[in-house]
């Protein structure tokens, strides 16, 4: 075999790693690594103080109640019962909270709706810089600092909203008035939708009444003209009293001056007296009209939501973080340190 020479170091003993010397050249360089550890721990420290701070609050809501809805209940079911009346009700039709709740979801999580919430809070108006890219960078920011997270029925949770200010008291009073401008949002949107459907009731309702009365006043012209025509060939053939024994109401028109002059007169003024007849179905439309015309009465702040988590102040600080940071940065700066004592000690 083949040895290899005593003064060149072999391959494994050039790949060996030196424990003891690693450790005992950083034991060396101890105050290096503790000082520089300490350096960015407390650099970390002076940072958070003037970092910009997060808070975040959290709010869970449901589908509003009855209550609630206050007089916006009772008049959108009032016309969902004039459309079961009318059989145009969808097979499909959710309730009326869900149609308030659906809307205000609609609401707290539009782009717009959180543009025009913050364009008009003094939260926003106290920091505008002037500068139009500036003011609109910081808008867009606010923007993103509303966050809604839809409800999951899978996993049983309900749907949230999550609002981040500069302090724990901004976030609680923002994240409320947000909530409730959305509402009022909701709620407009809605008396809108309400009003609309009122008038296009109206129309119909009007409509209906209207062929009511053209069925009846064109029913009660041919009545009255048939009993005119009996009674001139009555008058012709001199016929005087009633000539048979067919009851009058049992008698086709062609037949009823065989009633005699004294009953067609008579039955002509009556008639006349009378006027058209309507049904039953046509009061209860009149009533509905006269109902209807009064016009619906608009609640501009019932309430489309029920929180299940009503908002607080948060107790802890989203960011920054300045536990984690001080032992993240202090991680760092131990490692730094590290290798300026290994590379004094290689030096040397």
């Known amino acids: 075999m083949i040895q290899p020479a005593s003064g060149i170091p072999s391959m494994g003993t050039e790949n060996e790693l ?14 290096w690594i503790a000082g520089i550890a300490l350096l960015f721990a407390l650099l970390a420290l002076v940072w958070t103080f003037f970092a910009t701070q997060e808070w975040s609050a959290t709010a869970v809501t449901d589908r509003p109640t009855v209550n609630m809805l206050g007089g916006y209940y009772s008049q959108q079911q009032f016309l969902r019962n004039l459309d079961d009346k009318a059989n145009q009700t969808p097979t499909d039709q959710v309730s009326v909270m869900d149609e308030a709740y659906k809307e205000f979801i609609m609401q707290l999580a539009s782009w717009d709706t959180r543009r025009d919430f913050w364009s008009q809070t003094d939260y926003y108006k106290q920091r505008l810089v002037g500068n139009s890219k500036a ?5 867009d920011e ?48 809605l008396n809108d939708e309400l009003k609309g459907a009122w008038a296009a009731r109206t129309i119909q309702m009007k409509a209906q009444v209207k062929r009511q009365e053209e069925v009846a006043k ?4 041919r009545r009255q003209h048939s009993v005119e025509q009996a009674l001139k060939v009555a008058e012709q053939h001199n016929i005087s009293r009633n000539e048979t024994e067919v009851p009058p109401d049992e008698l086709p028109d062609s037949e009823l001056f065989m009633l005699g002059r004294p009953m067609l007169q008579a039955r002509l003024e009556n008639l006349r007296a009378v006027g058209p007849q309507f049904d039953l179905d046509y009061d209860q439309n009149r009533a509905m009209l006269n109902t209807l ?10 309430q489309t939501y029920r929180y299940l988590r009503t908002p607080e102040e948060p107790v802890k600080r989203d960011s920054p973080r300045r536990a984690f940071l001080m032992i993240m940065w202090g991680i760092v700066g131990a490692l730094i ?3 300026i004592a290994l590379t004094r000690r290689r030096s040397n």
Do not use: C
């Open 142 to 189: 606010l923007i993103n600092n509303i966050q809604y997270t839809p409800g999951d029925v899978v996993r049983n949770l309900n749907d949230n909203v999550k609002l981040i200010a500069e302090t724990a008291p901004d976030a609680n009073n923002l994240l409320r008035q947000y909530v409730a401008f959305a509402s009022q949002r909701a709620a407009s949107h």
């Open 18 to 31: 030196d424990i003891r010397g690693l450790f005992r050249t950083l034991w060396v360089g101890k105050l």
């Open 218 to 221: 064109a029913i009660f012209n």
């Open 135 to 139: 003011d609109a960078a910081m808008l």
């Open 293 to 302: 015309n009064v016009g619906p009465t608009l609640d501009p702040r019932f």
């Open 337 to 339: 340190g590290s290798g």
